[in-house]
């Protein structure tokens, strides 16, 4: 069992690692984190330990979630590191945001709350897959079919919208329609569908409503997506969001091989016409010459 002196030693050892990243030296780090150099030398030199208050102040002065210090920690206390790509190149771009009139309009969030529903979601996955190699397991993503993964996925980013929007949504049940319920008396239920790569979002019935639709591919750990099966890698990536009005008759009823039952996928030409409010070209599933997105050629 790892001691709470000893995740305390490695904490101040990450914090430590993560400033000299910076080059942040004593005096620069000790004034945006509101303490005194000889405090952070203290630290350093094991002769005293952070409050939680000093470990929240120097947390906040590095921008990085003390959360994910005190899990490094705990990782190199048991004597194993989790790679640190878990913590990088998991930006959404604004500039990859487009339609924000249009995604207001529909739904009533802005890019801002999309953007932030998104970020909750890589770092919940992240934590997963942090924990999980800590006890030498495989990533979440190949150790659930890939179904039940977008399940997941549609979860936690109907968890990460309802927080970002400010009391507009509440969360409704697992497995219930719909995902997020208004509070506002003015806009309409809303529905979350995730895909992988070039499937459309699809469900077990038609239903009529608001709809925002999230696809992904599987990265690798830098964050460079290659296409094709063989050449998935672990990692979650969003590279589109659509939002729409939908019909029930936008739908077509098929039976799909590995599914229970009957399947409404949103037709063709309904998916093509609902408002892109984010594109990633650089994960695009599709081939260089597709006719989905020839503006981004």
């Known amino acids: 069992m790892k001691k709470p002196d ?18 942040l030296n004593y005096e620069d780090f ?18 005293r330990g952070p409050t939680v208050e000093a470990a929240l102040n120097m947390a906040a002065a590095l921008d990085i979630p003390l959360s994910d210090l005190l899990r490094r920690a705990e990782s190199q206390a048991g004597g194993k590191v989790v790679c ?24 009533g969030l802005s890019v801002d709350a999309v953007r932030a529903a998104v970020l909750d979601c890589y770092q919940t996955l992240d934590t997963i897959d942090e924990q999980l190699a800590v006890h030498g397991a495989e990533p979440i993503s190949r ?28 969360r409704n049940r697992p497995h219930a329609f719909p995902d ?11 529905e979350i569908k995730v895909a992988l790569e070039k499937n459309k979002p699809k469900g077990h019935l ?10 992904y591919v599987l990265c690798n750990d830098d964050g460079v997506y290659a296409k094709g099966k063989e050449t998935r890698g672990n990692r979650v990536f969003i ?20 599914d229970s039952g009957k399947t409404a996928v949103i037709k063709t030409k309904v998916f093509n016409d609902m408002a892109l409010v984010y594109f990633d070209r650089d994960l695009l599933p599709y081939s260089s010459k597709s006719e989905q997105y020839p503006d981004f050629n």
């Open 6 to 23: 000893d995740i305390l030693k490695e904490l101040v050892s990450v914090i430590r690692q993560e400033r000299e990243a910076r080059g």
């Open 30 to 47: 000790a004034a945006t984190a509101g303490l005194h150099r000889t405090t952070l030398g203290l630290y350093d030199r094991g002769e």
């Open 84 to 107: 640190e790509t878990f913590l990088t190149k998991r930006d959404v771009p604004i500039a990859n945001f487009r339609n924000a009139k249009q995604l207001r309009d529909v739904i």
């Open 143 to 170: 150790l659930v079919e890939l179904a039940n993964l977008s399940s997941m996925i549609g979860n936690l980013l109907g968890e990460g919208l309802a927080s970002a929007s400010n009391g507009l949504y509440a």
């Open 180 to 190: 997020l319920i208004p509070q506002d008396g003015k806009h309409g239920d809303l």
């Open 206 to 215: 038609p239903k009529a409503g608001n709809y925002i639709t999230f696809r």
């Open 239 to 258: 590279w589109e969001i659509k939002v729409g009005t939908i019909a029930e008759a936008d739908f077509d009823l098929s039976n799909t091989d590995g």
